[in-house]
Nanobody, 124 residues
């Protein structure tokens, strides 16, 4: 059974940093593009960042560009999201997801597997 398990969330002050990790099991990790999404209370889940199967291509939402970096280690079945200059509007549950489709995808419906999420709270 495929599992994606996120970790690294927490409470941080505005301007701070966090690094999220997502470990995948029971899937051929290198065959999946990976993405990070987030969902704030009362809002729809939104795209944050994605990375291609090899890690050679990445994509970011405009709201996080220049502050967040997605990366992956295919030897560890792990995808990361390094977050800097966090702001209160970044507060959300952050989810990682895996997509079997070729290329980088930003739509939630194009992802096959999802983790349970990790809470990120940024205080002002």
């Amino acid at each position: 059974q495929v599992q994606l398990v996120e970790s690294g969330g927490g409470l941080v002050q505005a301007g701070g940093s966090l690094r999220l990790s997502c470990v995948a099991s029971d899937l051929t990790f290198g065959n999946y593009a990976m993405g990070w999404f987030r969902q704030a209370p009362g809002k729809e889940r939104e795209f944050v960042a994605a990375i291609s199967r090899s890690g050679g291509s990445t994509s970011y939402a405009d709201s996080v560009k220049g502050r967040f970096t997605i990366s992956r280690d295919n030897t560890k079945n792990t995808v990361y999201l390094q977050m800097h200059s966090l702001q209160p509007e970044d507060t959300a549950v952050y989810y990682c997801a895996a997509s079997s489709r070729v290329g980088i995808r930003t739509l939630t419906r194009l992802y096959d597997y999802w983790g349970q999420g990790t809470q990120v709270t940024v205080s002002s």
